[in-house]
């Protein structure tokens, strides 16, 4: 296999879940800043233009930072990041899709409009006038979280899954882009520091 890796969280989910899981495959690193995602070879791997995406050994390519995660961890054999029986799997992909549609997806279109406009204007249709709005509605569900998340160590509970790495690696992100995290949201800090000890965390850096 061969994973190709850029900067930027949406290859880091990848690399974190990696390294939780004690999975090593070749790197190809692809320039975002330079384009090369929006070009030929790169484009003949994916043509969706986006990073990252795993070559599989049959010359198959899988993009999708959640899919190339669970294929991973079924090839590797079943943990507790995604589950061990169809409810925790469900509950897995539950908190992933919450996370990854309500603070993910707008936070990071929050930069790619104001901060990023200049990387992304060419690259995509961008909504400069949105921005505002699409940053405030990620920190909105980042707040309704943050009450789920009362008396748990992690989002889904004791189990430590897909979804906290997700939610991590783009609020880390957010914190280097103009979106930090509100001190108000207390259960979200603590779960924040204890994500960010892990040594995960700073192997996918």
């Known amino acids: 296999m061969k994973f190709y890796n850029s900067i930027g969280p949406n290859p880091r989910v990848v690399k974190m ?36 995406c795993l070559e599989l050994d049959d010359g198959a390519v899988l993009s999708e930072i959640t899919a190339i995660c669970e294929y991973l961890d079924e090839k590797e054999g079943q943990s507790s990041l995604i589950g061990k029986t169809p409810e925790e799997r469900a509950e897995t992909r539950m908190w992933t899709r919450r996370v990854d549609l309500g603070i993910c997806e707008p936070l990071a279109n929050g930069f790619r409009f104001s901060e990023g406009l200049q ?11 949105a921005a505002d709005g699409l940053k405030a509605i990620a920190q909105d569900k980042i707040a309704w979280l943050d009450k789920q998340m009362e008396g748990k160590d992690y989002i889904a509970g004791k189990r430590m899954t897909l979804a906290d790495i997700l939610l991590f690696c783009f609020l880390d992100f957010g914190t280097q882009v103009g979106q930090p995290l509100k001190p108000e949201n207390k259960n979200i800090m603590a779960w924040y520091e204890r994500m960010k000890a892990r040594p995960s965390a700073e192997a996918s850096a």
């Open 17 to 52: 879940f990696m390294a939780e899981r004690g999975i090593s495959v070749p790197f190809e690193e692809v320039d975002i800043m330079g384009a090369a995602n929006r070009q030929a070879p790169y484009l003949s791997k994916n043509p969706a233009g986006q990073l990252p």
């Open 119 to 129: 990387m992304f204007q060419e690259r995509m249709r961008c909504v400069p006038e």
